[in-house]
């Protein structure tokens, strides 16, 4: 997509959606809501957003674990279907993110521009939430950020032919509730609360971990951010909202790092693994874990604290493209 297209994209994507929202109200106001939507919206808000919290985001951006190539499809194409961006482009600007999070550079930062009051702090958080997505000067290249993915010829074709796998994404959730109804009116009950309305709760879900989860909540470790923990965010984001946690440990391939956050995403990944079709999963060892926030507290903390980011994966020689021994959990990527 060119930034035109891209702009169009998001445009639609953000007002489709939200109609479809404004219509299941009505059915909702007026009794006309059967059990085969509801099983169909969980069903589609599953797989969507496992799809970006597994596939998209611990798979792709930060190679938390590895698996076989049909499970990896399936992971980013179920995230491609929640309409968020190819995922070359997704990868790209969440890999930039970490980079330089809350810091000049950063896509999506709510602090962008440091403008005082509650005006400017509205601002930031619409910046974050949305508004960066319309920026049609944006760019973050893949080559550069994510050259490994952009060698992986499964990845390109799905980044390519995205806006078809999104209309799958519409699709799909119509021809459950045909099944499960046999009718025509649940085909298209099916496509509304399993498309429509799924797309725009999950992409919110996934827009606040961006603005609420680097403005509000508590803070575990000293990031050299303003990265929160979401509590109340956990279960609808499948673990992401668990964001301090994650800034101080990017490729870990669990976010909830106490056994009271609970981290659907890393319960599903362990699952995986037990049956043997995941490996080399990312795990942080406890007394790494003190070591790590003991350092982060002499730091400092925040967006003003002391921060050299790595380079970006192209910059680092070509030993940094291949696998390379022992990984630091707290690299970026």
């Given at each position: 997509?060119?930034?035109?297209?891209?702009?169009?994209?998001?445009?639609?994507?953000?007002?489709?959606?939200?109609?479809?929202?404004?219509?299941?109200?009505?059915?909702?106001?007026?009794?006309?809501?059967?059990?085969?939507?509801?099983?169909?919206?969980?069903?589609?808000?599953?797989?969507?957003?496992?799809?970006?919290?597994?596939?998209?985001?611990?798979?792709?951006?930060?190679?938390?674990?590895?698996?076989?190539?049909?499970?990896?499809?399936?992971?980013?194409?179920?995230?491609?279907?929640?309409?968020?961006?190819?995922?070359?482009?997704?990868?790209?600007?969440?890999?930039?993110?970490?980079?330089?999070?809350?810091?000049?550079?950063?896509?999506?930062?709510?602090?962008?521009?440091?403008?005082?009051?509650?005006?400017?702090?509205?601002?930031?958080?619409?910046?974050?939430?949305?508004?960066?997505?319309?920026?049609?000067?944006?760019?973050?290249?893949?080559?550069?950020?994510c050259p490994d993915l952009c060698r992986d010829a499964d990845i390109r074709?799905?980044?390519?032919?995205?806006?078809?796998?999104?209309?799958?994404?519409?699709?799909?959730?119509?021809?459950?509730?045909?099944?499960?109804?046999?009718?025509?009116?649940?085909?298209?009950?099916?496509?509304?609360?399993?498309?429509?309305?799924?797309?725009?709760?999950?992409?919110?879900?996934?827009?606040?971990?961006?603005?609420?989860?680097?403005?509000?909540?508590?803070?575990?470790?000293?990031?050299?951010?303003?990265?929160?923990?979401?509590?109340?965010?956990?279960?609808?984001?499948?673990?992401?909202?668990?964001?301090?946690?994650?800034?101080?440990?990017?490729?870990?391939?669990?976010?909830?790092?106490?056994?009271?956050?609970?981290?659907?995403?890393?319960?599903?990944?362990?699952?995986?693994?037990?049956?043997?079709?995941?490996?080399?999963?990312?795990?942080?060892?406890?007394?790494?874990?003190?070591?790590?926030?003991?350092?982060?507290?002499?730091?400092?903390?925040?967006?003003?604290?002391?921060?050299?980011?790595?380079?970006?994966?192209?910059?680092?020689?070509?030993?940094?493209?291949?696998?390379?021994?022992?990984?630091?959990?707290?690299?970026?990527?």
């Amino acid at each position: 997509m060119n930034g035109r297209e891209h702009y169009i994209y998001i445009l639609v994507a953000s007002l489709l959606p939200f109609a479809g929202v404004v219509a299941a109200v009505v059915l909702l106001w007026n009794s006309l809501v059967g059990p085969s939507d509801i099983a169909v919206f969980v069903i589609m808000s599953v797989i969507a957003g496992l799809g970006v919290s597994i596939g998209y985001h611990r798979l792709l951006a930060h190679r938390a674990f590895k698996t076989y190539r049909p499970i990896k499809i399936f992971l980013v194409t179920a995230g491609a279907m929640a309409g968020q961006g190819p995922p070359l482009i997704w990868v790209a600007h969440h890999r930039r993110h970490h980079r330089v999070a809350d810091k000049p550079g950063d896509p999506h930062s709510p602090y962008f521009d440091d403008q005082a009051g509650p005006r400017g702090v509205l601002k930031g958080l619409w910046h974050s939430h949305l508004g960066w997505l319309f920026d049609k000067h944006l760019t973050s290249d893949p080559v550069r950020y994510c050259p490994d993915l952009c060698r992986d010829a499964d990845i390109r074709f799905l980044s390519i032919r995205f806006l078809p796998v999104v209309l799958a994404g519409l699709l799909l959730p119509g021809l459950l509730g045909l099944a499960l109804t046999g009718t025509l009116a649940g085909f298209l009950t099916g496509i509304l609360w399993g498309g429509l309305v799924r797309m725009f709760i999950g992409n919110h879900v996934t827009y606040s971990v961006n603005s609420i989860g680097h403005y509000f909540g508590g803070r575990r470790f000293d990031t050299a951010d303003e990265s929160r923990n979401v509590a109340w965010l956990s279960i609808p984001s499948f673990g992401e909202s668990w964001h301090n946690n994650h800034h101080a440990f990017p490729r870990s391939a669990r976010h909830g790092m106490r056994w009271w956050e609970l981290d659907l995403s890393a319960i599903t990944i362990y699952s995986l693994e037990k049956t043997h079709l995941a490996w080399d999963v990312i795990r942080i060892d406890p007394a790494k874990l003190r070591m790590r926030a003991d350092g982060l507290t002499r730091v400092g903390s925040g967006r003003a604290a002391p921060h050299q980011p790595l380079r970006p994966l192209a910059e680092r020689g070509q030993a940094s493209t291949k696998d390379r021994g022992p990984i630091d959990v707290a690299d970026v990527e």
